[in-house]
């Protein structure tokens, strides 16, 4: 058995330097730096208010955009009753007459009126959808689902507020007691009546495709990328690679 060997007092030991630096192998310690930590504590915090920010704009402009589309709505079914007006001043009248016993006939039986009071309320349906879309189109410019859907249920709503109020300013319904109240073999006028309540979808219908067609050709445009520095010119081509690189 032999004993251990121990390095000469002048020869530094194998396992690491007796001075306190580090090895050349050993990579050299990092100092603790306190405001390293302080810089990135504060940029974190600074992304997460910056993101609460973002969310707190979005939900305000969110509200925004649901209170103008419920003005947006409001006002179209406001215009109905307009619409209502309109379509009782121009529809055609249907001819009707008694013959004195309680029976009610067409004094016309191949008259068209009864198509023309339909006609008459697509017509104008039509008309106030285009106008709704453009005056929603100028008062907010920006588009969105909520604007969209305000157009449609305002369409409907007013559809129907001008198809009730048409019907109560036109002639009565009660036919047996107007027969009765003008006589025998005097004309008068039918009730007005929607035949096809299809009519009603007239107007959300030609407001949606209008403000979707002005939006398209007038609408905000997204800004567009930029564009690289070796593709601005017309006919340059990229730098070549370094030689490093290879």
Known sequence: MTAPQTPPNDQPSQDGPSDGRPHENQPPERAYDPWAASAGTAQGANAVSTTEGTAVQDRAEFRRELR???????????CGALLGVLWAWLAPHVPLIADGS?????KNSEGEESIGGDGTFVLLGLGFGVLCALAAFFYRKGGGIPLVVALTVGGLLGSVVAWRLGMYMGPTSDLAARAAEVGKGVTFDAPLRLQAKGALLAWPVAAMVTHLLVTGFFGPRDPEPPMSDWATG?????????????
């Open 68 to 78: 103008e589309a419920a003005l947006i709505a409001i006002v179209a079914t406001v």
């Open 102 to 106: 309680g029976n009610v006939y067409l």
């Open 234 to 246: 017309p006919h340059q081509a990229p730098p070549p690679p370094s030689s490093s690189d290879s």
